[in-house]
Structure formats: structure tokens, C-alpha cells
């Protein structure tokens, strides 16, 4: 009886499936079972479920998606700090309901004013190195938080950390895929500052052992209490930049005093009648906008998530895109970024043209757009006036730099690691620059109202990853939590903005289980390379709008220990 029940609940959930993507089997399996959660006052989506529930907690006290979304970020620093924390920066995307109106915050640090080329080449190096001292940039988080806060914002800092203080001073059950990031860090066992912050007994803590940071509680106590301004010009500054003099930093007070996010004016491209906003560089944004208009000229519904050919064009619109990237993305403030024509039609056009659906590219050069593992966390959030928060938070990969200065009970990100030293590249470094950037927040809009708020985790997967999930809602007609849970592709190999090469044999397609062989075969033959992995970098969360009925449908996939909760 059992068995027959089952049965009929796997056909009936396939027969829909199927339905919502067209009348096309997707690749199995596409998703983990999870349902879409739905609700009609407030939502929070994101990768840690205690995080997400402080921030439901917040709207329910009566905050909004901003102070909640503050919240949430603070848990993530708490509860999953081998990706996240206050040594990182912040990019984010607010819709006001009031205003009706979309926003951009860039809250990503600069490169420390002693930062110079000619330091790094003297010391006989061709790129910077990925941890320790010298990769690191001012932290942009906690003036992030302030921004938003004091822009759109209705509770204190003191209302806002409350939640994660006490979690850090009477601990947490660390959760599943967290434990086994968590373990990275036993590398840095031998770093007294790091081993006591992070470790225990010189180990990471297994999944559901109760972890504490009680220099972290410490932290948010200043915070709560100072402000940003502790941080930047108080005793929190001053404890960083003292650990850097004595570890070989570059860091002084000054590029802490004189650090500010900017608010920039998000920009966007249309896909099948929506309009897909994200943050203009130094961050990688606009790669999504470029492959989607790349990708708009196929018609992709007709071709289905099992066509050899959908897969096709998305690793040669990747390709093509990522050479541009490598080129030409860098801090506005410093280079001549050629964001209008980049994701231009016309310009999208033109690159089309180089995609030959026989064979893949291999050698590849970025264009000219003149016309004539990362870890991160993501989080969304919706309020019941419909205000909306798009916000990715990141020290990079791994615990960052590795390096915890003194007693603050957070990792220093090395994001200065994604500087060039070619004295050539838009993406060199230069004193007080904003390095290139990975995190991406988006949002997509629908006749001038918020559809649909999300992102993808994972450094170079970022912009791949927001492009299937955009491909499955839209062209494929899943709903909101299968578009995350259906198998992806990452390639890897593409030309980088630090000037490393890329991988001249084309690179790598990395599919996950779910696609299946005649794919990877039919991929082979057109002279791409595949290899398989149990699972892919990246992780999503989103809310999507129901326009029909205002509802609120949440998804939050398997890739992270996360959910999405709403009320």
C-alpha cells in the first residue's frame, strides 16, 4: 500500500514538474523535494536556517526587509564565518515601496593606501597572494550595515545584533554543509589568533556540535553601542590595524577613517519581457546581463533543459562573456569601464556571431564593445509593505585570508588578491582602489514592480549560476524552488581580472548528477570538456512576487544548509 502511494506521489510530482517546464521532462533528478514556501506578510530566504529565522523574528517585531536583513547578515557572520562576516564587504539591491524605486549600495572596501605595484614586484611577485597579510582590503561590511540602516532602516544596531549576540555568547548547533566548509580552516591551526576563535581543540566543530564566539558577541556589543564608527575610527580600527603591524599588513588607520560605500544606480537588461537589474563593477553583475542577451536570441523554451543544444549556448555565451570580464570590468573610480555598451543589444549581436552550435570555442579573445571558490552567503528579503532586500555578503573564500586579528572574533576577507600588477590592466592595483568583485545581488522587475529578488553563491559561479536559475523560471517555466535545484553546469578556465590566463583548450564544463549522458556525450563531440561532480559550487535563494496574488513564493536549494521562512 505503501509503495502504490509513493508511486503515485513521485508521477504526480513529475507530471507537474513537467507541466511547469514546458511539457519537457527536465534532467532528473531536478529537484530535492523540497516545496515552494508561500506566504503573505513576510519572507526571509537564506543560506543558514537560525539566521533566517532572526530575520523573520525582526519582521514580525515589526522591522522592516532592511533592519532584517541586517540581522540576517549578522547571524550569517556568526553561524557560517568561513564565508561571511564583518571582515568583508556587501553589495546589495533595495526596493523602496515607498518610493518605488530600485538602489544600489556598493559597501566593497579599497586597497590600503601603501598598496603599490612596485611593493609586490619587489618582492618578485606576479599576482597577490591569496591569504595572509597582503591580500587584504578595508572591510565594507559594518559601513554597509550603517547605510542601509540609516537610509532605510527603522531599528537600532542594538535591536538588529541583539539575536546573534546571544547566540554567540550561549552557542549553536552548527549545521551540516557548514561543519564540512568548517573543516577548511584546521588549516590555520597554526595561527594562535584564528585556532581560538574558530577551532576547537585545534579542530573544526563537527555538524551539531554547540559552537560560541564570545569575541564576536564582544564586537557586536561595541557596535551596538558606538556604531559604524567603531569600527572605522574606534577601538575596533585600532585592534586591526595594530595586528597588521605586527603581522606584515599594509593597513593604517587612515584606510579605515577615510572608507565610505557608495550608492550607485543599478542597471539592467530586458529577457523575455522582464527587466534583470544588478550592480554595475567593479562587480561581475553585468556578466548576466551580457550572457542573457547573448542568450535571448534562441528560443530556449523550444529547445528544453535536456537539449544538448540549450547547453551549448550557455558554455559558449559563458565563454565569450568571461573574456570581457577579464578585460574590461574594474573600479569605475579609476578605469574607463564600458558598462552601456557592454550590455548593449547591438554588442550582444555581434558576439553571437562567433558561437557555432558544432563546435565549442576554445582560444578566445574579449571583444571590443565600441559600437561605430568562493564562499559567500546570500540572503533576500520581503516585508509586508512589498520592500525588498537583494544582499550578498563575502570575506571570499575559505575564512578569507585566513588570519583573525587579535580578539574580534572574525577573519579578514582577501578580496585585494583579485587586483592585477600589470601595469596595463584596468584591474591593477592602485592605492585606495576597489579590487574587482565576485558578489552579485539581482533583482528582476515586471512592469515596474519587484518580481522576483535572488542570487547565487560561489565566485566565478555566480553569474553562471543566476543565468540558469533565470533560464529555468523563465523559459522553463519552473517555479521558484526547482529553477535552484535543477543540475547546473559551472565552467571553469576562463580568463580572470587578476591576469591569469585563461584555460586555452576551452576550459572545463563541470556538470552535476541529474544531466544526463547524451548530453555530455553530444557536449564532447562539439569538442567541449566535461567531467562530472556530486556538486557544483554556488547555492541560491529567492522570493518571487506572485503578481497574480502578491504571495509570496520562497526557494532555497540544497546546495546550503538553508530555507526560506515566511509568516
Same mark, same amino acid.
Given at each position: 500500500?505503501?509503495?502504490?502511494?509513493?508511486?503515485?506521489?513521485?508521477?504526480?510530482?513529475?507530471?507537474?514538474?513537467?507541466?511547469?517546464?514546458?511539457?519537457?521532462?527536465?534532467?532528473?533528478?531536478?529537484?530535492?523535494?523540497?516545496?515552494?514556501?508561500?506566504?503573505?506578510?513576510?519572507?526571509?530566504?537564506?543560506?543558514?536556517?537560525?539566521?533566517?529565522?532572526?530575520?523573520?523574528?525582526?519582521?514580525?517585531?515589526?522591522?522592516?526587509?532592511?533592519?532584517?536583513?541586517?540581522?540576517?547578515?549578522?547571524?550569517?557572520?556568526?553561524?557560517?564565518?568561513?564565508?561571511?562576516?564583518?571582515?568583508?564587504?556587501?553589495?546589495? %539591491?533595495?526596493?523602496?515601496?515607498?518610493?518605488?524605486?530600485?538602489?544600489?549600495?556598493?559597501?566593497?572596501?579599497?586597497?590600503?593606501?601603501?598598496?603599490?605595484?612596485?611593493?609586490?614586484?619587489?618582492?618578485?611577485?606576479?599576482?597577490?597572494?591569496?591569504?595572509?597579510?597582503?591580500?587584504?582590503?578595508?572591510?565594507?561590511?559594518?559601513?554597509?550595515?550603517?547605510?542601509?540602516?540609516?537610509?532605510?532602516?527603522?531599528?537600532?544596531?542594538?535591536?538588529?545584533?541583539?539575536?546573534?549576540?546571544?547566540?554567540?555568547?550561549?552557542?549553536?548547533?552548527?549545521?551540516?554543509?557548514?561543519?564540512?566548509?568548517?573543516?577548511?580552516?584546521?588549516?590555520?591551526?597554526?595561527?594562535?589568533?584564528?585556532? #581560538?576563535?574558530?577551532?576547537?581543540?585545534?579542530?573544526?566543530? #563537527?555538524?551539531?556540535?554547540?559552537?560560541?564566539?564570545?569575541?564576536?558577541?564582544?564586537?557586536?556589543?561595541?557596535?551596538?553601542?558606538?556604531?559604524?564608527?567603531?569600527?572605522?575610527?574606534?577601538?575596533?580600527?585600532?585592534?586591526?590595524?595594530?595586528?597588521?603591524?605586527?603581522?606584515?599588513?599594509?593597513? @593604517?588607520?587612515?584606510?579605515?577613517?577615510?572608507?565610505?560605500?557608495?550608492?550607485?544606480?543599478?542597471?539592467?537588461?530586458?529577457?523575455?519581457?522582464?527587466?534583470?537589474?544588478?550592480?554595475?563593477?567593479?562587480?561581475?553583475?553585468?556578466?548576466?546581463?551580457?550572457?542573457?542577451?547573448?542568450?535571448?536570441?534562441? !528560443?530556449?523554451?523550444?529547445?528544453?533543459?535536456?537539449?544538448?543544444?540549450?547547453?551549448?549556448?550557455?558554455?559558449?555565451?559563458?565563454?565569450?562573456?568571461?573574456? !570581457?570580464?577579464?578585460?574590461?570590468?574594474?573600479?569605475?573610480?579609476?578605469?574607463?569601464?564600458?558598462?552601456?555598451?557592454?550590455?548593449?543589444?547591438?554588442?550582444?549581436?555581434?558576439?553571437?556571431?562567433?558561437?557555432?552550435?558544432?563546435?565549442?570555442? @576554445?582560444?578566445?579573445?574579449? $571583444?571590443?564593445?565600441?559600437?561605430?571558490?568562493?564562499?559567500?552567503?546570500?540572503?533576500?528579503?520581503?516585508? #509586508?509593505?512589498?520592500?525588498?532586500? &537583494?544582499?550578498?555578503? &563575502?570575506?571570499?573564500?575559505?575564512?578569507?585570508?585566513?588570519?583573525?586579528?587579535?580578539?574580534?572574533?572574525?577573519?579578514?576577507?582577501?578580496?585585494?588578491?583579485?587586483?592585477?600588477?600589470?601595469?596595463?590592466?584596468?584591474?591593477?592595483?592602485?592605492?585606495?582602489?576597489?579590487?574587482?568583485?565576485?558578489?552579485?545581488?539581482?533583482?528582476? @522587475?515586471?512592469?515596474?514592480?519587484?518580481?522576483?529578488?535572488?542570487?547565487?553563491?560561489?565566485?566565478?559561479?555566480?553569474?553562471?549560476?543566476?543565468?540558469?536559475?533565470?533560464?529555468?523560471?523563465?523559459?522553463?517555466?519552473?517555479?521558484?524552488?526547482?529553477?535552484?535545484?535543477?543540475?547546473?553546469?559551472?565552467?571553469?578556465?576562463?580568463?580572470?581580472?587578476?591576469?591569469?590566463?585563461?584555460?586555452?583548450?576551452?576550459?572545463?564544463?563541470?556538470?552535476?548528477?541529474?544531466?544526463?549522458?547524451?548530453?555530455? #556525450?553530444?557536449?564532447?563531440?562539439?569538442?567541449?570538456?566535461?567531467?562530472? @561532480?556530486?556538486?557544483?559550487? $554556488?547555492?541560491?535563494?529567492?522570493?518571487? %512576487?506572485?503578481?497574480?496574488?502578491?504571495?509570496?513564493?520562497?526557494?532555497?536549494?540544497?546546495?546550503?544548509?538553508?530555507?526560506?521562512?515566511?509568516?
Amino acid at each position: 500500500m505503501c509503495k502504490t502511494i509513493l508511486l503515485a506521489a513521485m508521477v504526480l510530482g513529475m507530471s507537474a514538474a513537467m507541466a511547469m517546464a514546458g511539457d519537457r521532462p527536465p534532467s532528473v533528478p531536478f529537484r530535492s523535494g523540497r516545496s515552494v514556501v508561500m506566504a503573505p506578510n513576510g519572507m526571509v530566504a537564506t543560506s543558514q536556517p537560525l539566521a533566517a529565522q532572526i530575520g523573520l523574528d525582526i519582521l514580525q517585531k515589526g522591522g522592516n526587509a532592511v533592519d532584517a536583513a541586517i540581522a540576517v547578515n549578522a547571524a550569517l557572520g556568526l553561524v557560517e564565518p568561513m564565508s561571511c562576516g564583518l571582515g568583508g564587504d556587501l553589495y546589495a %539591491i533595495v526596493w523602496d515601496a515607498k518610493t518605488k524605486k530600485l538602489y544600489g549600495l556598493n559597501a566593497s572596501g579599497r586597497a590600503p593606501y601603501q598598496a603599490t605595484r612596485r611593493f609586490f614586484l619587489d618582492k618578485k611577485l606576479r599576482f597577490i597572494p591569496a591569504t595572509g597579510p597582503l591580500a587584504w582590503s578595508v572591510p565594507g561590511c559594518a559601513d554597509g550595515w550603517d547605510q542601509l540602516r540609516q537610509r532605510f532602516g527603522t531599528m537600532s544596531f542594538k535591536q538588529i545584533l541583539e539575536p546573534t549576540i546571544r547566540y554567540a555568547e550561549n552557542g549553536f548547533p552548527v549545521s551540516e554543509v557548514i561543519a564540512d566548509s568548517w573543516r577548511g580552516g584546521e588549516r590555520y591551526g597554526d595561527r594562535p589568533d584564528f585556532a #581560538k576563535t574558530y577551532l576547537i581543540d585545534g579542530r573544526a566543530p #563537527k555538524r551539531g556540535q554547540v559552537f560560541k564566539n564570545s569575541f564576536l558577541a564582544k564586537t557586536y556589543r561595541t557596535i551596538a553601542k558606538e556604531g559604524r564608527d567603531a569600527f572605522y575610527k574606534g577601538s575596533i580600527a585600532k585592534e586591526i590595524v595594530a595586528f597588521s603591524e605586527k603581522h606584515g599588513g599594509l593597513f @593604517t588607520l587612515k584606510d579605515f577613517a577615510d572608507h565610505s560605500s557608495t550608492w550607485v544606480e543599478p542597471v539592467s537588461t530586458t529577457y523575455r519581457g522582464y527587466e534583470v537589474w544588478e550592480i554595475p563593477p567593479p562587480g561581475q553583475g553585468i556578466a548576466v546581463l551580457q550572457m542573457l542577451n547573448i542568450l535571448e536570441h534562441y !528560443d530556449l523554451k523550444k529547445l528544453g533543459p535536456t537539449s544538448p543544444d540549450y547547453w551549448h549556448l550557455f558554455l559558449e555565451a559563458k565563454k565569450l562573456v568571461y573574456e !570581457d570580464r577579464a578585460r574590461y570590468y574594474a573600479d569605475p573610480e579609476f578605469a574607463k569601464v564600458p558598462i552601456k555598451e557592454l550590455i548593449s543589444k547591438k554588442y550582444a549581436e555581434r558576439r553571437r556571431k562567433l558561437i557555432n552550435m558544432e563546435k565549442a570555442m @576554445t582560444d578566445l579573445e574579449p $571583444g571590443d564593445p565600441r559600437l561605430g571558490k568562493s564562499d559567500t552567503v546570500y540572503l533576500t528579503v520581503v516585508d #509586508k509593505d512589498r520592500n525588498c532586500v &537583494s544582499l550578498i555578503q &563575502s570575506i571570499y573564500f575559505g575564512f578569507g585570508s585566513g588570519m583573525v586579528p587579535g580578539n574580534l572574533g572574525f577573519a579578514l576577507q582577501n578580496r585585494g588578491s583579485l587586483f592585477a600588477l600589470e601595469e596595463n590592466h584596468p584591474n591593477r592595483l592602485e592605492p585606495h582602489k576597489r579590487p574587482f568583485h565576485t558578489i552579485i545581488p539581482s533583482m528582476v @522587475t515586471k512592469d515596474g514592480k519587484p518580481f522576483f529578488v535572488f542570487g547565487v553563491m560561489g565566485g566565478d559561479m555566480q553569474p553562471q549560476g543566476q543565468v540558469q536559475v533565470l533560464v529555468n523560471l523563465l523559459d522553463f517555466g519552473m517555479d521558484v524552488q526547482a529553477a535552484g535545484e535543477a543540475p547546473r553546469f559551472e565552467h571553469l578556465g576562463s580568463s580572470t581580472p587578476t591576469g591569469r590566463p585563461a584555460d586555452r583548450k576551452g576550459g572545463i564544463a563541470v556538470c552535476e548528477p541529474g544531466i544526463s549522458d547524451a548530453i555530455v #556525450k553530444e557536449l564532447l563531440r562539439r569538442g567541449h570538456q566535461v567531467r562530472r @561532480t556530486a556538486r557544483n559550487s $554556488g547555492g541560491y535563494q529567492g522570493i518571487l %512576487i506572485d503578481p497574480q496574488t502578491n504571495m509570496l513564493h520562497g526557494g532555497s536549494e540544497f546546495r546550503k544548509d538553508g530555507c526560506a521562512v515566511g509568516y
